[in-house]
């Protein structure tokens, strides 16, 4: 039998599991199996039953649709990877199917030997926590996209957001700037700021305490850069160390305003407990571009913010307009 401690390691990089704490990934991983599977092996038929999410530990699975003629691939899962959620949340049969493309290793929740229903009654608080966690993953997802997908199923329209998500931190990730932002500006009607923003001392925790505690400070970044953002807007790793944030409604004053509350927020931040040692302030420049003011178009407007992010930091962490 898999160790517990190696189903704890899958599941900690998985978005909709990685926020649980311990002792609630330990209820997670015993409830979960490993399933081991051949290539060509079905892992659910279209029309199935769905009670279970998977999670690739190793090998590939591919996705198939028959909506699309001749049961072609649509998608592939690698390792690391989720796949199952909409049909777990809403308990509908599978409108697609899996199976292995090459010898693979799954772990599915719950297994064979449990259900939903059972765990749910017996770990309410986290099932309750676990089921927010899906619903809110899902619906950051589909908020801003739903009119460019409406004519596809709603399996592939899940499949579409996963596309969209960084898989550390939970914020939109640089194929959304690339890809749907360009389908959100027309949509808004009015001023819409985007800010790029970038740690300037960021390499300094990577250095002297290590790729870990950096990957933690990111994410406790994401977290604080969440908290100050509106309801409507939206938070995006773009890459590495670099972040942006998407203000819905926002003129450049406003946006000047909230460039400033980031940055004494990420000063503020105490990372202390991430590197164990002294008190290390979180420096960020920060560059501001507007639409349709600065541009009328979305690349336009990711070049320039990211620019004057830049030219932000030569000068010494500052905030340009």
């Not at 509908?92 to 799954?106: I, Y």
């Not at 676990?130 to 460019?148: G, Q």
Request: hydrophobic share 40%; net charge negative.
């Amino acid at each position: 039998m898999i160790p517990s401690m190696e189903k704890l390691e899958l599941l900690r990089k998985v978005d909709l599991f990685s926020q649980l704490a311990e002792y609630e990934l330990d209820i997670i991983a015993d409830y979960s199996e490993y399933l081991t599977l051949k290539k060509g092996d079905p892992v659910f038929s279209n029309g199935a039953e769905s009670g279970e999410l998977y999670v690739v530990e190793s090998g590939r699975i591919g996705i198939v649709s028959l909506e699309n003629e001749g049961g072609a691939v649509i998608a592939q899962i690698v390792p690391g990877e989720s796949f199952g959620e909409l049909d777990f949340l809403e308990r509908r049969e599978r409108n697609a199917g899996a199976f292995a493309e090459e010898d693979s290793v799954l772990l599915v929740f719950p297994g064979k030997s449990s259900s939903a229903d059972a765990i749910f009654y017996k770990h309410s608080v986290i099932f309750a926590r676990l089921l927010y966690k899906l619903l809110a993953t899902v619906s950051a997802r589909i908020w801003n996209v739903n009119s460019m997908l409406y004519n596809k199923t709603s399996w592939l329209l899940d499949l579409h957001k996963q596309l969209l998500c960084d898989k550390m931190t939970g914020l939109y990730n640089q194929t959304f700037l690339k890809e749907d932002f360009v389908n959100l500006l027309p949509e808004t009607g009015s001023s819409v700021s985007l800010l790029m923003i970038k740690p300037d001392n960021f390499k300094d925790v990577n250095d002297r305490f290590g790729h870990t505690a950096g990957d933690q400070v990111l994410n406790l970044m994401a977290i604080f850069l969440q908290s100050e953002l509106g309801e409507n807007d939206i938070g995006v790793r773009f890459r590495g160390d670099e972040f942006a944030a998407i203000l819905i409604d926002t003129d450049r004053t406003k946006a000047v305003d909230k460039a400033s509350e980031i940055r004494r927020t990420f000063a503020a931040m105490d990372i202390s407990g991430i590197t164990g040692a002294g008190r290390l302030n979180i420096r960020a420049s920060i560059g501001i571009a507007v639409y349709p003011d600065d541009a009328d178009n979305s690349s336009d407007l990711v070049s320039l913010a990211h620019k004057r992010m830049m030219s932000a930091k030569e000068q010494g962490n500052s905030t340009l307009a």
